[in-house]
């Protein structure tokens, strides 16, 4: 008989450390999320703990950025019943942990798996061998020439999201509307983000009970499960981080990150389909992987897969997260453009 105190302990030794420039803020908060929501604990508690998992971060996280990470997870619910990592045998609730006394479990189950850690000579060795972004856009069975003016944002959201279901999407992050796909046609080539997934209704209830035209509640079963690569040579504070050697390398071959980005992508699509692939407005590209009906084990499976590459993993961590709408516009200047449509793997409502 495992105590919660036990349990918790021996999940996070088995966690990765969450490292710099390598998806470190998204393997930190889903220790966050596991720890509020998966083993059900108050706040205080949760960031007693996550203190414990910082020991081993490289490098570590401040007090304060792990209050945030905790407060953030706080607000994004977990689409799992609270406390999915507990069973107390024959009981309907979950244990809870409060400061240092731990309440007995009496049927261990596994504890969920924390995402993988990246194997760099895999990624080195897929991306040097291609094919690369030329190659994605001469392999789209729907090709745009480039450059041009004008957007196809309209053809290819009519193209991931046949009919007319509700959409929800925004001009930014904090300016957004659920409207069915038809009633946004004016406006989608301005837009920069979209929910990877229809809605069920135009607004739901936040965690919280506000009425917001976002919300989990209020997302579909999960479509498309996008997968980006965001590699940076240098973090915010400018030091190196462990993609700089393989950036750099990649460069002298003339290899670029978006090259790098593309090889993966079209690696990732043997595993599961490819439908369309977006520019972000940055330095990264967003593609969607069709998932719709699949099992979640598989999904997961399919993610960690890509995590271990060097994906971000969170837009999995939070089905109604936002994702880069192709051929959009970022801060409406910046055009996200689309270098790879397949109608053929977009799912058919």
């Given at each position: 008989m495992m105590t919660l105190e036990e349990r918790v302990t021996k999940y996070l030794d088995a966690c990765p450390a969450a490292i710099e420039g390598c998806n470190g803020d998204a393997q930190t908060f889903s220790i966050?999320?596991?720890?509020?929501?998966?083993f059900a604990l108050e706040q205080g508690a949760a960031l007693s703990w996550l203190r414990y998992y910082n020991q081993k971060c490289d490098p570590p996280w401040s007090d304060e950025e792990l209050k945030r990470k905790i407060e953030n997870t706080v607000r994004t619910p977990s689409r799992k019943p609270r406390g999915y990592l507990l069973r107390e045998d024959g009981q309907d609730g979950c244990g809870t942990f409060h400061g240092s006394t731990a309440t007995p479990l009496l049927t261990p189950t596994p504890p969920h798996p924390c995402w993988p850690s990246v194997v760099l000579q895999d990624t080195d060795r897929i991306v040097s061998a291609g094919p690369?972004?030329?190659?994605?856009?001469?392999?789209?069975?729907?090709?745009?020439?480039?450059?041009?003016?004008?957007?196809?944002?309209?053809?290819?959201?009519?193209?991931?999201?046949?009919?007319?279901?509700?959409?929800?999407?925004?001009?930014?992050?904090?300016?957004?509307?659920?409207?069915?796909?038809?009633?946004?046609?004016?406006?989608?080539?301005?837009?920069?983000?979209?929910?990877?997934?229809?809605?069920?209704?135009?607004?739901?209830?936040?965690?919280?009970?506000?009425?917001?035209?976002?919300?989990l509640e209020a997302t579909a079963a999960r479509v498309y499960l996008i997968v980006e690569f965001d590699f940076a040579a240098r973090s915010k504070n400018g030091q190196p981080t462990v993609w700089t050697?393989?950036?750099?390398?990649?460069?002298?071959?003339?290899?670029?990150?978006?090259?790098?980005?593309?090889?993966?992508?079209?690696?990732?699509?043997?595993?599961?389909?490819?439908?369309?692939?977006?520019?972000?407005?940055?330095?990264?590209?967003?593609?969607?992987?069709?998932?719709?009906?699949?099992?979640?084990?598989?999904?997961?499976?399919?993610?960690?897969?890509?995590?271990?590459?060097?994906?971000?993993?969170?837009?999995?961590?939070?089905?109604?997260?936002?994702?880069?709408?192709?051929?959009?516009?970022?801060?409406?200047?910046?055009?996200?453009?689309?270098?790879?449509?397949?109608?053929?793997?977009?799912?058919?409502?």
């Open positions: 966050a999320s596991a720890l509020v929501w998966g690369w972004l030329y190659d994605l856009w001469e392999t789209s069975p729907v090709r745009f020439e480039h450059p041009r003016a004008e957007s196809k944002a309209v053809e290819i959201v009519g193209h991931l999201f046949p009919g007319d279901p509700l959409l929800c999407c925004g001009w930014n992050r904090s300016r957004f509307d659920t409207r069915r796909r038809l009633a946004w046609s004016d406006e989608l080539d301005r837009l920069a983000l979209i929910v990877p997934s229809p809605m069920l209704a135009p607004a739901g209830r936040t965690r919280h009970g506000r009425v917001s035209k976002h919300t050697p393989l950036i750099e390398s990649w460069q002298a071959r003339d290899i670029s990150i978006f090259d790098a980005c593309a090889a993966l992508l079209l690696h990732l699509a043997v595993f599961m389909p490819l439908a369309c692939v977006t520019a972000s407005g940055g330095k990264s590209l967003h593609g969607w992987h069709l998932v719709y009906g699949k099992p979640e084990a598989e999904q997961r499976a399919f993610m960690e897969r890509a995590v271990a590459l060097g994906a971000d993993p969170a837009l999995w961590e939070n089905p109604s997260q936002f994702g880069r709408l192709p051929d959009g516009l970022r801060d409406g200047r910046v055009r996200q453009t689309c270098f790879f449509l397949n109608p053929e793997e977009c799912v058919n409502l």
